[in-house]
């Protein structure tokens, strides 16, 4: 029999968390940012064109779309973010990151003592971590029935055409070569 190591597990991951937020906020603090702010502007570094919307950003940070609106409506204002109409569907606004914008991200994330903690340890043992930490979180998300937010080439509507391009079998739409590494709202794990 298994024993249920969770309240251990649980104060493990809390600490880290809280080391990390720390951390976290004071490059927030230097840089004027609300938390929020930070996150939004965390997930759009890393989302394709299907998930660098509104609603994905609401839905990635499991928030309101009326708290989203006012977070990216100041973040447009403080020049973090810009805001671009859809090419073949003019209602979908999709939000790029500026140049500001990216900077904030390359100065903030990871944070400082994440970085210097992993630099010590060997390689292996990051990859060890990694999967252990992607088996959690994907075990959490299936629990909560939350959506995965998963790399799109790990999709199971991920395809590959013999010509080689790579395309969206959701969507029917090929991909470009920067959205396969990239989270997806519409991500799900292969059955």
Known sequence: MVEMKTDE?????????????????????????????LE?????????????????????????????????????????IEKLPDYKDRRVVH??????????????????????????MPGVEQDSILDVLDKLLRAMQVANQLRTF????????HRIEMDGRHRCALTGEFLENVDIDKICREHEVPV
């Not at 493990?12 to 490059?27: F, H, M, V």
């Open 150 to 157: 998963g790399v799109c080439k790990t999709c199971r509507h």
């Open 9 to 37: 597990i649980y104060q493990y991951l809390e600490r880290i968390a809280n080391l990390l937020r720390t951390d976290t906020r004071r490059s927030m603090v230097e840089k004027g940012l609300q938390p929020v702010q």
């Open 95 to 120: 939000l790029q990151l500026t140049a500001r914008g990216r900077k904030v991200i390359a100065e903030t994330i990871p944070p400082k003592s994440l970085q210097l903690a992993l630099d010590q």
């Open 40 to 80: 939004a502007l965390h997930y759009l570094s890393h989302c394709n064109r299907y998930s660098d919307t509104p609603a994905g950003v609401a839905d990635y940070l499991g928030l309101t779309k009326g708290t989203v609106s006012q977070t990216l409506g100041l973040m447009e204002n403080i020049g973090m």
